[in-house]
């Protein structure tokens, strides 16, 4: 092997490696500002005389154009479109319904689903799809984002080990175990990887990974366990009425089986007599809010009432019905990123005034579920509290200036919003047009993208940019949709990173530091000289890209094995896996573009990846030995 000497354009870049993780670690500013100031030094740097090959400064602007970048803006835009199908409300949905609404369980299944995923689609692909439905269970189930998303792209990550095809470097693997056979003998050559020749090895990180955070997740993970998490628009309906309108009464979902007294009843008489209000019912699989107040109940239903706690128990004690402990059939009608509680007032010159509720027919023809009128001084409402009587709202003509607090889908509020019979004064919330007859549209692109990611040879950047320009050509988003659903941060971040990981390699600052761990590593048992490996592919992943990093490093440790007596298959394969190893900086894909989301800083990654990078070693090594 060739030996390496130290150059002083190795030293600059040593330097300015130094001077990065500083910036990072220390935050004086903006971790994508910095990352854009060391593109600019490393430009600035090569003009100095002796230091030309630090960057080309023709190809320095070359990483904004990358198969990485532009596959991360690719996909953004396709999650956005899925997103704006409401298809990831649905699977936000199921998952709260499977896992509940505990950090425990709700933790394995979002972790594990993106980790089978990214197995076939490639871990940063997998996490910004899943990127909008963790915030929806973040909103309603109350766990703190941050508590939710590291998980999540951890478990991407780990998840891109499962096959051949789940990671930049594992693809690239058989191309270069071809071109390392050829100086190897017959009886020490490589055979080809198969397709799911890694599967044990990295179930058993993933594995390993989701116990990791539900066992020490509480100490680790930044964020309190305990926060409610709720804030603005993620408030739920009676945190909001207690809150401003003094209606301490909580949403029920109760049971009606079809033998109860209940049956035949008309809703504006169970309201009134029984100082409660239903809001919705769910009959027949098909839930609905209440449009007619003089319907009647049909059996078996299920109702969403809002009421004191005393009050629907003894309702329910009345007619015969069971109280569920949790909202179930309701849960996704309720999410406060689908519908919540309103206020509108009354102007002078609207049509509604001096006509009352019923006479309007409000529900069905403004999707207004009234719960409450603000009248000067006084509270009317159909719910009785500690400080309000119960009033027959249905029937009290509206005067100028009444507040109505009603419960509403934010779809409908959009629409109200250009009503001048309202003046919404609500604007927290989530103000965006789902288009749910484009779902088909939108799955049938996602597909042809997965499709030709599994099954062609095109390059990522483009399987993804097709998909994407198919919604926006058949307008399951506008263009301006899809600028705006980018993360410009992350992109700028990893784009202004790669020409820093190019100067590692091309000026051989890469090869002089694996020279001087090799030397230091020489006469090391096998089982530490592949863990030594490990831990430089590791290490050289952090500095710079992940397959810059497998390319260097996958010769020298094969001539490493070959010349201790070790498996040249294993040390290869062990770089591949190890290079996946990056959880300390957030100079990840994965990691960048979960850091702006969740509010992480570079100290959450340090605390957190740092344990986790121990147990991947740990755990990979134990398995490669096992498995081969």
Same mark, same amino acid.
């Given at each position: 092997?060739?030996?390496?000497?130290?150059?002083? &354009?190795?030293? @600059? @870049?040593?330097?300015?490696?130094?001077?990065?993780?500083?910036?990072? @670690?220390?935050? +004086?500013?903006?971790?994508?500002?910095?990352?854009?100031?060391?593109?600019?030094?490393?430009? +600035?740097?090569?003009?100095?005389?002796?230091?030309e090959?630090v960057?080309d400064?023709?190809?320095?602007?070359?990483?904004?154009?990358?198969?990485?970048?532009?596959?991360?803006?690719?996909?953004?835009?396709?999650?956005?479109?899925?997103?704006?199908?409401?298809?990831?409300?649905?699977?936000?949905?199921?998952?709260l319904?499977?896992?509940?609404?505990?950090?425990?369980?709700?933790?394995?299944?979002?972790?594990?689903?993106?980790g089978?995923?990214?197995?076939?689609? =490639?871990?940063v692909?997998?996490?910004?799809?899943?990127?909008?439905?963790?915030?929806?269970?973040?909103?309603?189930?109350?766990?703190?984002?941050?508590?939710?998303?590291?998980?999540?792209g951890?478990?991407?990550?780990?998840?891109?080990?499962?096959?051949?095809?789940?990671s930049s470097?594992?693809?690239?693997?058989?191309?270069?175990? $071809?071109?390392?056979?050829?100086?190897?003998?017959?009886? =020490?050559?490589?055979?080809?990887?198969?397709l799911?020749?890694v599967?044990?090895?990295?179930?058993?990180?993933?594995?390993?990974?989701?116990?990791?955070?539900?066992?020490?997740?509480?100490?680790?993970?930044?964020?309190?366990?305990?926060?409610?998490?709720?804030?603005? &628009?993620?408030?739920?309906?009676?945190?909001?009425?207690?809150?401003?309108?003094?209606?301490?009464?909580?949403?029920?979902?109760?049971d009606?089986?079809? !033998?109860?007294?209940?049956?035949?009843e008309?809703?504006?008489?169970?309201?009134?007599? !029984?100082?409660?209000?239903?809001?919705?019912?769910?009959?027949?699989?098909?839930?609905?809010?209440?449009?007619?107040?003089?319907?009647? +109940?049909?059996?078996p239903?299920?109702?969403?009432?809002?009421?004191?706690?005393?009050?629907?128990?003894?309702?329910?004690?009345?007619?015969?019905?069971?109280?569920?402990?949790?909202?179930?059939?309701?849960?996704?009608?309720f999410?406060?990123?689908?519908?919540?509680?309103?206020?509108?007032?009354?102007?002078?010159?609207?049509?509604?005034?001096?006509?009352?509720?019923?006479d309007?027919?409000?529900?069905?023809?403004?999707?207004?579920?009234?719960?409450a009128?603000?009248?000067?001084?006084?509270?009317?409402s159909?719910?009785?509290?500690?400080?309000?009587?119960?009033?027959?709202?249905?029937l009290?003509?509206?005067?100028?200036?009444d507040?109505?607090?009603?419960?509403?889908r934010?779809?409908?509020?959009?629409?109200? =919003?250009?009503?001048?019979?309202?003046?919404?004064?609500?604007?927290?919330?989530?103000?965006?047009?789902?288009?749910?007859?484009?779902?088909?549209?939108?799955?049938?692109?996602?597909?042809?993208?997965?499709?030709?990611?599994?099954?062609? $040879? @095109?390059?990522?950047?483009?399987?993804?940019?097709?998909?994407?320009?198919?919604?926006l050509?058949?307008?399951?988003?506008?263009?301006?949709?899809?600028?705006?659903?980018v993360?410009?941060?992350t992109?700028?971040?990893?784009?202004?990173?790669?020409?820093?990981?190019?100067?590692?390699?091309d000026?051989?600052?890469?090869?002089?530091?694996?020279?001087?761990?090799?030397?230091?590593?020489?006469g090391?048992?096998?089982?530490?000289? =592949?863990?030594?490996?490990?831990?430089?592919?590791?290490?050289?992943?952090?500095?710079?890209?992940?397959?810059g990093?497998?390319?260097?490093?996958?010769?020298?440790a094969?001539?490493?094995?070959?010349?201790?007596?070790g $498996?040249?298959?294993?040390?290869?394969?062990?770089?591949?896996i190890?290079?996946?190893?990056?959880?300390?900086?957030?100079?990840?894909?994965?990691?960048?573009?979960?850091?702006?989301?969740?509010?992480?800083?570079?100290?959450?990654?340090?605390?957190?990846?740092?344990?986790?990078?121990i147990l991947?070693?740990?755990?990979?090594?134990?398995?490669?030995?096992?498995?081969?």
């Amino acid at each position: 092997m060739e030996i390496v000497q130290f150059t002083a &354009e190795m030293g @600059v @870049v040593v330097a300015v490696l130094a001077f990065t993780v500083f910036l990072f @670690v220390s935050e +004086i500013i903006r971790i994508d500002l910095a990352a854009i100031l060391i593109l600019v030094l490393i430009g +600035i740097l090569s003009y100095v005389p002796g230091l030309e090959n630090v960057a080309d400064v023709n190809q320095l602007f070359n990483g904004f154009a990358s198969n990485a970048v532009i596959s991360i803006i690719a996909v953004m835009i396709v999650g956005a479109g899925l997103d704006k199908t409401g298809l990831m409300n649905k699977v936000a949905a199921i998952i709260l319904k499977r896992g509940g609404t505990t950090e425990a369980r709700i933790v394995p299944i979002v972790s594990g689903t993106v980790g089978v995923i990214s197995s076939f689609l =490639q871990n940063v692909g997998a996490a910004a799809l899943f990127l909008p439905v963790v915030s929806r269970i973040s909103t309603r189930s109350g766990i703190p984002l941050s508590r939710l998303l590291m998980p999540m792209g951890f478990c991407a990550i780990l998840g891109g080990t499962m096959t051949m095809v789940g990671s930049s470097p594992l693809i690239l693997l058989n191309d270069l175990v $071809d071109t390392v056979n050829a100086g190897l003998a017959p009886d =020490q050559q490589i055979a080809p990887f198969g397709l799911f020749s890694v599967t044990p090895i990295g179930a058993a990180l993933v594995v390993s990974g989701i116990a990791y955070f539900l066992l020490l997740g509480r100490w680790v993970l930044p964020g309190s366990a305990e926060s409610d998490g709720a804030t603005g &628009e993620g408030q739920g309906t009676s945190a909001y009425l207690e809150r401003v309108h003094g209606l301490r009464a909580i949403v029920f979902e109760v049971d009606v089986p079809g !033998n109860s007294p209940l049956v035949g009843e008309i809703l504006a008489d169970i309201n009134h007599e !029984n100082n409660l209000y239903v809001i919705s019912t769910f009959y027949r699989g098909k839930s609905s809010m209440i449009q007619i107040l003089t319907a009647e +109940i049909a059996a078996p239903c299920r109702l969403a009432i809002i009421g004191k706690g005393s009050v629907v128990a003894a309702f329910a004690e009345k007619y015969g019905l069971r109280v569920m402990p949790a909202l179930d059939v309701f849960a996704e009608e309720f999410a406060a990123t689908n519908a919540g509680v309103a206020e509108l007032v009354v102007p002078p010159d609207s049509v509604l005034l001096g006509k009352s509720p019923r006479d309007l027919l409000l529900r069905k023809t403004y999707g207004l579920s009234l719960l409450a009128i603000h009248r000067q001084e006084d509270v009317l409402s159909h719910v009785q509290t500690d400080d309000h009587e119960s009033t027959q709202i249905g029937l009290v003509p509206f005067q100028a200036g009444d507040m109505l607090v009603a419960h509403t889908r934010w779809d409908n509020l959009m629409r109200l =919003q250009q009503n001048r019979d309202f003046v919404v004064v609500t604007s927290d919330f989530p103000q965006e047009e789902l288009r749910p007859k484009k779902v088909g549209w939108a799955l049938a692109f996602f597909l042809v993208s997965l499709a030709m990611i599994l099954f062609t $040879d @095109v390059r990522l950047s483009l399987c993804l940019l097709t998909g994407a320009v198919g919604m926006l050509l058949t307008r399951v988003l506008t263009i301006d949709e899809a600028y705006q659903a980018v993360g410009w941060n992350t992109v700028f971040l990893l784009a202004s990173l790669i020409p820093l990981g190019q100067a590692v390699q091309d000026t051989g600052t890469a090869q002089w530091i694996a020279q001087g761990i090799i030397a230091l590593l020489d006469g090391w048992p096998i089982w530490a000289l =592949q863990t030594g490996v490990a831990i430089l592919a590791t290490a050289f992943s952090l500095m710079m890209s992940n397959v810059g990093a497998t390319v260097l490093l996958v010769p020298l440790a094969v001539s490493i094995a070959v010349a201790a007596g070790g $498996d040249p298959a294993i040390f290869a394969l062990t770089v591949a896996i190890s290079t996946s190893n990056s959880f300390i900086i957030p100079t990840h894909q994965v990691n960048a573009l979960i850091m702006g989301p969740a509010g992480y800083k570079v100290v959450d990654f340090v605390k957190t990846g740092g344990l986790m990078t121990i147990l991947f070693l740990v755990v990979s090594m134990v398995m490669l030995n096992i498995v081969f």
